[in-house]
């Protein structure tokens, strides 16, 4: 059975910072592209980073450049989200999806979806 698994949320002040995993299990890892996405309260999910599965190229949010490094260990089957400077903004579920084809598609595109973790950045 194919699971990804997140962790690492939590509160946290504004300008501190977290270290998001996700965890896979049951699929060769390495032949997937990871994505972050957020999903506020009351609003839909966004796209936060990307990695490629070698992790040759990464992608992010504007608003999220400079401040977030995503990072992946394939021996491991983790892929990290490293969030720097948090603001309130950034509070929100965070989901790692894994997808095969390797560009960034629709959300339903995803071949899978972690359970997803909190963050919340305190002001």
């Known amino acids: 059975q194919v699971q990804l698994v997140e962790s690492g949320g939590g509160l946290v002040q504004a300008g501190g910072s977290l270290r998001l995993s996700c965890a896979s299990s049951?699929?060769?890892?390495?032949?997937?592209?990871v994505d972050w996405f957020r999903q506020a309260p009351g609003k839909e999910h966004e796209f936060v980073a990307a990695i490629t599965w070698s992790g040759g190229r990464t992608y992010y949010v504007d608003s999220v450049k400079g401040r977030f490094t995503i990072s992946r260990d394939n021996a491991k089957n983790t892929v990290y989200l490293q969030m720097n400077s948090l603001k309130p903004e950034d509070t929100g579920v965070y989901y790692c999806?894994?997808?095969?084809?390797?560009?960034?598609?629709?959300?339903?595109?995803?071949?899978?979806w972690g359970q997803g973790t909190q963050v919340t950045v305190s002001s």
């Open positions: 049951g699929l060769t890892f390495s032949n997937y592209r």
């Open positions: 999806a894994a997808n095969s084809a390797g560009s960034l598609l629709s959300l339903e595109e995803y071949d899978y």
